[in-house]
């Protein structure tokens, strides 16, 4: 007669269950605390599967206990961890199946088995219960708990944001807040004037964030922390939407002689750049600010930079706190914990504690590493409940059209390098990939800078081509100086008005370079350095947003893209990415949208770079007709990029001669040299990559 599942899956216990007495038998390690089973006895049926008690769906006895129902092995610790699934919801993953863990499962009311994980959930109102009876089962059976910060931020009351009356912000900012922006801020208003608004890059979160300053007006003065080159659209903005605040009571802070203004009992808001923010935390500190704005929050993303632990100590009496960013973590949640920890200091633990329950911690000989991810729906979950409000564009601006993404492949028979540098292309390749993780990131930027001499050629002849197909405007990003320098070239043989802002471009001219972009038709392109001009700008006349470098970090370049794709942008924009196979890219490329993911996870990003299209780079000329643009000046003073001026005049065809020659060699010897140093060649007020470097 054939056996049911029911009964086959009885026996198999049954039998390991005798295997295994056997072996504690044999090495004397059995302990007599439970009944042995009887071995004489005849085929297992449902009467001897009760006293055993291992079937996963068994009814479990009321008059006997947990205990008298399974044996657990003396020398086996069965360990679990409990996370959320909801807000509502808790799962348990146990290291293995264990019999009594089970049978307790099933007397919690609202138990759930999912088919799918095989795992059990339950209604967060029984975890206490549920951890209760568990404990019974110690030594035997331990479930690491939810961390007391999760339970907590569950509990506590919140305020209705429906119920927020935006009444006391003053008149003139409140009528300019779209529907969305309202709704953000009240959350802020409903989170006690503590949290992050992580909106999409070009949402309106500055006018968001000073509708939550004047609604606590009460508590001024006011703190303004930001690039620099974002201090000055911050103040004309406060003088445009709360003119209720004179011109005389902002002061915005770029060196000691500014430090009596600051003192200055009159003084309502201080602008302030996270390098200065560094050099005067004793200035701030006593400034006792109730009230903070920190612009561009990733910058924070390290606790051993000096602007974060600044600003920890400049808000640490400080009642309101808000945070701006619309990519709070460029590239994994380890970056999280320092902005979380501003917004509330006492609620959650240690970083260890945090990077051991989010960041998959896992203890090296050279410390603990955080550079990978765990639990992210806890994560997210918590993030949502109590720290940020996040929109994106597709839901809020109905109107915009979306962007669209494409990747180039560049003509490799254009790309610049001799058999030898070939070679050594693909030993830094090698390198990089046999490379222990601790130093990948020194071997990725060797790589990258070499990748960007390579690519320089073929970048140019794509740009050249863009030119002769299209009249419309663009952007160009790059990261490294010399490739910035050939597109600049580039565009000055081809008499192209464009506008050039890198971190050396004055703080006071990028506003007039960005209105001219924006309303000079003849002004096609801007050639950008994506760390020092990938956020705070608005460039919305731009149809393309071309790179011609990648960058490590996903958020950077989603920034980027976002400088035309924004509110008050009208029409389709495409980011269109210039790879070369051989190069850093291909490592890159791969590596960014593994990025993405994780922060696609903890709904930070809804970004993707997996459904590019791909196109290749069409090439019916010479490789000499576009080789590098070799500048003639002898010295970088020589060329002003993005002014069309040049010191020394280009020489004619008609009349090159020796000296032409010389220079050209050694403009091309210093284009060499400056290429392994550019990554580090970052100007003073470049404050987007004070937390970016982490070498």
Sequence with gaps: MACTKEEIERKRLAALQKRQEKLNNKQCLRMNTFSPINSSAGPVKSSAASSIGFHPYGKPENSKSFAENASIPSTKVVTGTVYLISEDRFEVNPSEFSAPLINIFKTIPSKTYDINSKLWNFSIKDYQELMLKVSSLAPHVVLGPLPSYVLKILNEPVIDPNTVDLSPIEKTLRNKLLPFQEDGVRFGIARQGRCMIADDMGLGKTYQALAIASYYRHNWPLLIVTTSSMRETWQNTIHEVLPSVPMMNIVTLTSSKDSEFVADRQTEIVIVSYKIAGMHTELLKDKKFGMIIVDESHNLKSHKARCTQALARVSAGCARLVLLSGTPALSRPAELYTQLALIAPRLLGSFTEYGKRYCGGKQTNFGWDMTGQSNLTELQIMLQKRFLIRRTKEKVLTDLEKKTRESVLLDHSLLQFTKEEAQGLSQMAKAFENTRSSDKHAALITYFSKSAEVKIPAICKYIKQLLKETTSKFLVFAHHRNMIDAICYTLDEASTHYICIVGSTPTNTRAELVETFQHVESCRCAVLSVTAAGSGLTLTRADLVLFAELHWNPGMLTQAESRAHRLGRSGAVCARYLLARGTADDFM?????????????????????????????????????????????????????????????????????????????????????????????????DDDLLANLDL
């Design 589 to 685: 490329w791969p590596m960014l949208q593994d990025k993405l993911d994780v922060l696609n996870n903890v709904g930070l990003s809804g970004e993707t770079f997996e459904n590019t299209t791909l196109t290749r780079q069409e090439s019916k000329n010479s490789m000499t007709q576009y080789l590098s643009p070799k500048s003639s000046y002898k010295n970088k003073n020589d060329y002003i990029p993005g002014t069309n001026i040049r010191k020394v005049p280009l020489p004619s065809e008609a009349s090159k001669s020796q000296n032409t020659s010389s220079l050209e060699e050694n403009a091309q010897e210093k284009m060499q040299t400056s290429c392994e140093m550019d990554f580090f060649m970052e100007h003073d007020d």
